[in-house]
């Protein structure tokens, strides 16, 4: 029996081969960073619209809102009793159905770090705070705009929660009462619909 020497591929084979997976490439890599990107903005969409519903109360139980009928300063105050609260107000009583019933959010994802360049300032949390990370690992903060000469039922319109995006910066302004320049954040109203 006769063997044949096996044949190998040509150089000109070979780049034809590679110029066509590179051109593969260049199409699918774009697409998979897309769905990555999609991914987490939707995962941050939930996260923001469940903390809401911890927040404002949702049809399973009532919120921090109903129970203390005020939203909390900072995130932190969903996972530990606040201090600034008054003492009749840092346990819950059956009786006046009034007080802190938290914690609010059993599981923290990720703790609050101050970071001033990407604006995550000690307006929204201290170092080490327990905190919920959107999807790109930032922690979502509440925005608490106080305008000069509103009763507190006219602030409560404009708190917010706010995740920084893709750019990991917070960018919506917290004396902007309509979060007007949000850049890349990701914006949700505690007690109305967004108007970007």
């Not at 770090?113 to 949390?125: E, P, R, S």
């Amino acid at each position: 029996m006769f063997l044949r020497p096996a044949r190998g591929f040509s150089l000109l084979e070979l780049v034809v081969v590679l110029a066509v997976l590179a051109a593969l490439a260049g199409l699918v890599v774009p697409l998979v960073a897309e769905s990555r990107d999609s991914s987490q903005e939707q995962a941050t969409k939930v996260t923001l619209s469940r903390i809401r519903d911890v927040i404002m109360g949702s049809g399973e139980r009532p919120g921090y809102y109903a129970d203390l009928n005020k939203t909390p300063q900072k995130m932190a105050d969903l996972f530990v009793t606040p201090t600034y609260l008054p003492l009749d107000e840092q346990s819950f009583n059956r009786k006046t159905g009034r007080g802190w019933r938290g914690p609010y959010i059993q599981n923290q994802s990720g703790t609050y770090k101050v970071n001033a360049a990407a604006n995550f300032t000690l307006d929204y949390g201290s170092t080490d705070d327990p905190a919920v990370v959107d999807g790109w690992g930032n922690p979502v903060v509440i925005q608490k705009p106080e305008i000069s000469g509103w009763t507190d039922e006219e602030e409560l319109k404009y708190v917010r929660l706010v995740s920084a995006g893709p750019n990991q910066t917070i960018d919506t302004a917290l004396d902007d009462a309509n979060a007007s320049s949000r850049n890349d954040d990701l914006v949700i109203f505690l007690r109305r619909a967004d108007v970007p």
